[in-house]
């Protein structure tokens, strides 16, 4: 290559090495002037930045700097000035302060507006209202306040998948304390709420399979202002997802009992942490019923989920053996559209059945299971004719393959009769 050009190359790549490395070094300036006062200097120097900082908190990515937690004077120097109270300096609180420690912008509308405009300013109230508030009102230390779930210096929005809130690791957030079982002994509470939980079906959908949308420990107790749920409310917070489930429930001959003998209505059935998914064997009281558990064989309620589980069952069945067929039509290379439909029908009918059950009304169960068995049956009928259709199709080819054998036969002895 010639020299010039070889000189021309490198002088390009090193001015663009410069300028690159000029603008990293100035964005870095930049976001140094930006976050870094008197306070981050001296920690910084002195090696006495708090643990687990990181440069990823939320409150220093927005420009708040230990002043706007800790008070005093972030742009004086002089330690004893900036640290003074009559400057405003108040320290680390003690855990009983932290709540209104945090509060001081959290709660403040025209702060938070800064920030997120939507975001509510009640978490403080809502703390306060909540088994963890309570129990520090009083003087209880060992309860979770907002640096136990959120951190300190390395507070990230709940959307960051690093966050300690993130809904991923809200189970493991919860069970740094509720996980310890000589702290839990002392409020009569058991310790593996969370193990229970990660084999639940809910377990399962988030902390396995990475689904989001699946409900965590805040989801059901509530964030700031968690408790569990009781008698009146827990039908509603199930019924915060499973919407049909509590309107049927509620409208059932089931509710008022449940309700006057104070029994979780959903818990009862479904368990509340180590809650397994749903199957038709829940009904089978010949086998390990979950109705057998206040049912006996001369209950109503015995016999009515004997019916219902006969039902459910017969239109399962009727679902499976659908399908087989359906795909025994495709694979013949006949037409299964109008079955595959049907197919639909019975699945959608069968689902329905299942979430009616909460009725407790086997009317209203047999008349959408009757739905699905009459598509069903419309279904199997258009398999049977198709598979007529396939073999007549069969039939009919062998007989005219035969007939141009015979044609062919015919000719070949015709031509070999002409040639002799």
């Known amino acids: 290559m010639n020299k010039k050009y070889l000189y021309e190359i490198c002088s390009i790549l090193i001015i663009f090495s410069a300028i690159s490395i000029f603008g990293v070094q100035s964005d870095a300036t930049n976001n140094s002037s930006k976050y870094v006062d008197e306070c981050i200097k001296c920690h910084m120097e002195n090696e006495m930045m708090p643990e687990h900082f990181s440069q990823t908190d939320v409150h220093w990515q927005k420009g708040l700097s230990c002043a706007g937690c800790h008070g005093g004077l972030s742009n004086e120097p002089d330690e004893e000035k900036s640290m003074s109270k009559s400057n405003g300096f108040v320290g680390v609180p003690n855990k009983k302060e932290i709540p209104e420690f945090c509060g001081k912008c ?185 109705c057998t558990d206040c049912h006996s064989s001369s209950d109503e309620g015995y016999l009515s989920s004997e019916f219902m589980y006969n039902k459910i069952k017969d239109l399962s069945f009727l679902y499976d053996s659908t399908k087989v067929i359906s795909e025994e039509v495709h694979i013949m290379g006949m037409n299964n559209i109008e079955i595959e439909y049907s197919l639909k029908k019975i699945k959608q009918s069968l689902i329905q059945s299942r979430t009616i059950i909460h009725t407790f009304d086997t009317a209203q169960v047999f008349a959408k299971a009757d739905e699905g068995i009459l598509a069903s049956t419309n279904a199997l009928i258009l398999a049977d004719n198709e598979i007529e259709e396939y073999f007549n199709r069969r039939l009919g080819y062998g007989i005219t393959t035969f007939i141009f054998i015979l044609l062919a036969a015919a000719l070949y002895w015709k031509i070999k009769g002409l040639k002799s």
């Open 106 to 290: 959290h709660s403040d509308i025209s702060k938070m507006q800064l920030y997120q405009p939507r975001i509510t300013t009640d978490q403080v109230s809502q703390y306060y209202v909540s088994k963890h508030g309570k129990q520090l009102k009083v003087g209880d230390l060992n309860v979770a306040t907002c640096t136990d779930c959120h951190t300190t210096h390395e507070i990230l929005p709940a959307s960051d998948t690093r966050s300690t809130v993130y809904p991923i690791n809200v189970p493991n957030t919860c069970n740094a304390c509720h996980g310890d079982s000589k702290l839990m002994e002392k409020y009569n509470m058991k310790a593996n709420q969370v193990e229970e939980y990660s084999q639940s079906v809910h377990g399962i959908a988030l902390l396995k399979n990475l689904d989001v949308g699946a409900p965590a420990c805040n989801d059901c107790h509530g964030n700031h202002g968690a408790i569990p749920p009781g008698v009146e409310s827990i039908s509603h917070v199930c019924g915060s997802c499973h919407v049909n489930n509590m309107n049927y429930f509620n409208n059932s001959v089931m509710a008022q009992p449940f309700s006057d003998n104070g029994i979780n209505s959903c818990e009862q059935c479904h368990d509340y942490h180590l809650i397994e998914k749903p199957n038709d064997e829940m009904l089978n009281v010949h086998e390990s019923s979950t």
